[in-house]
């Protein structure tokens, strides 16, 4: 995929611990590889996140989090907020959305 707001996801690697950096740093070299075509798709990849719509919250180490937004016909990501769960609002409706 295309990924957009990758510098949000280095801004947290950056100024954060190991686990939380190394997860930052991964899940970017990770989103760049995959080409969803749905939701089915990415769920399959990150069964633990969060899904609302076109957002996927995915949880990262010491309650920290990345929202991404994806536009799967265009095979687009965008990194929305990548940092601590508490700081970013509420995006998502916190449920799991159960998958077809």
Request: hydrophobic fraction near 45%.
């Amino acid at each position: 995929m295309r990924l957009m707001g990758i510098g949000k996801l280095h801004a947290l690697a950056t100024s954060a611990n190991g686990a939380v950096a190394s997860a930052a740093t991964s899940l970017g070299a990770e989103l760049v590889t995959f080409e969803w075509n749905c939701a089915d798709e990415a769920a399959a990849d990150y069964p633990n996140a969060r899904f609302a719509g076109h957002l996927i919250e995915i949880g990262l180490p010491e309650d920290n989090c990345a929202v991404v937004a994806v536009n799967y016909r265009a095979g687009v990501a965008l990194i929305e907020f990548a940092g601590s769960c508490a700081d970013r609002g509420n995006p998502l409706n916190h449920k799991k959305r159960k998958l077809a």
